[in-house]
């Protein structure tokens, strides 16, 4: 079992920046795909972005291209950029299932973070 810690959400107006991290308790990253989805109030979860094992390749949700950047060293890192009221979400740090390959769907997930709050005021 793999505990994830994320931290760094909170309240931000439109058009400023947040960053996200998450680790795992006690231990190294593992060698698994890793990402981001997030869940707004009466919405699915749905995917943001991922990372494959070793940082070489990153995925991003059509909504948060050219915003949102993710990155891995002993953690894993979402910053958030340009940030929209529609954005506002609880976002939840997730493993893969596999080192690549996709972690767009929920059925990819292996294990998964507590989530924290994003709010962005208009």
């Known amino acids: 079992q793999v505990q994830l810690v994320e931290s760094g959400g909170g309240l931000v107006q439109a058009g400023g920046s947040l960053r996200l991290s998450c680790a795992t308790s006690g231990r190294a990253l593992p060698n698994l795909e890793m990402g981001w989805f997030r869940q707004a109030p009466g919405k699915e979860r749905e995917f943001v972005a991922s990372i494959t094992y070793n940082g070489g390749s990153t995925s991003y949700a059509d909504s948060v291209k050219g915003r949102f950047t993710i990155s891995r060293d002993n953690t894993i890192n979402l910053q958030m950029n340009s940030l929209k009221p529609d954005d506002t979400a609880v976002y939840y740090c997730?493993?893969?299932?596999?080192?690549?390959?996709?972690?767009?769907?929920?059925?990819?997930?292996?294990?998964w973070g507590q989530g924290t709050q994003v709010t962005v005021s208009s």
């Open positions: 997730a493993v893969g299932l596999y080192g690549r390959g996709g972690l767009s769907t929920r059925d990819m997930v292996r294990y």
